[in-house]
């Protein structure tokens, strides 16, 4: 009864209520559903809205962008952080272009065996271009759910995944799941929110267990709490005349493929004498010169908080650096290159752009 109850007034308030205007809703090309749902895993849909726009802009379809200069999508993809997606989505957008004749697969599973692509965009996709009846099961569906029936099995254990994943299935509303799935999201995203959420606007109010019993601030679970790791990056601008040494980021660790200047990482924070001893530095063949401290920024990832001290030091001519990968660039051409958040606002900052 309170299934069917939930159905109905979800559906109602979508048609009648519901506001939220984002360019990819109501959207039934799969590529440019994929897209989105690519940009928005992570981000929120107003931080995500103009990446979207310029990559809609510049690949217009799967073909353009498989296409695409690595370089270029890196670019464009730069301060949304989570690189994996990007180079993901560009893998995906080339197999589909060469083994697939450039068209999506039309069917859940040929869209959930794409590279990054996971059930919850696969459902996304299949309901919003095709109308197939797969329920989205998000962050924000776990949240309205959870606090909608009062569960409280963790949403991140095995059992919690089969309990939210059966009830969404039971819940949709199989003649719009495209409909359907864009409700529960954008009432998620809108009305139960993670803190205070607006129970007064809630279309399901009246049979929600969590705003009857007071449980809204305990639902839903989560079993683990996420570990978070302190890194401690150093980075050296060694400047020559006009040019700026960088190499790329390479495989296994966060950044793949962006640039950045010379890293010393290290277990604590160094200050310019502490750093000029050890032992990346003491390599570098540039005699007695002395580094000075620019500032320093912090950028929270998922897993781990990143503190970088930027140091500067001005060559007399570009040295042989004992890294192979890295190259000297000019400083007006650093643009078009791409680099890590907190990179990128530091050369932004000392007006390198
Ligand atoms: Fe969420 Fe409040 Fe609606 Fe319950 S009544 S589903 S807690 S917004």
New binding site residues.
Partial sequence: MNKKYFTKELVRWHAHVNMRSLPWKEEKDAYKIWLSEIILQQTRAQQGLPYYLKFVEAYPSVKKLARAEEESVYRLWQGLGYYNRCKNMLATARYIAEELGGKFPKEYEGILALKGIGPYTAAAIASFAYGLPYAVVDGNVY??LS??FGIDTPIDSTEGKRVFAELADELLDKSDSGGYNQAIMD??AT???PQN???G?????KH????KQGL?GE?PVKSKKLKVRKRYFHYILLHAADTLWIHKRSAGDIWENLHEPLLVEHTSQLDSKELQKQEAYLLLPIGKQVLTFEGSLSQKLTHQTVESRFFSLHLDKAIQMPENAGKWVKIKELKKYAFPKTVLSFLEKKLYF
Avoid at 201 to 205: G, K, N
Avoid at 208 to 211: D, I, L, P, S
């Fill in positions: 949240r309205v606090r909608y009432l998620g009305v139960c929110t959420p607006n129970c606007e809630c279309p399901v109010q929600c267990v969590a705003y809204i639902l």
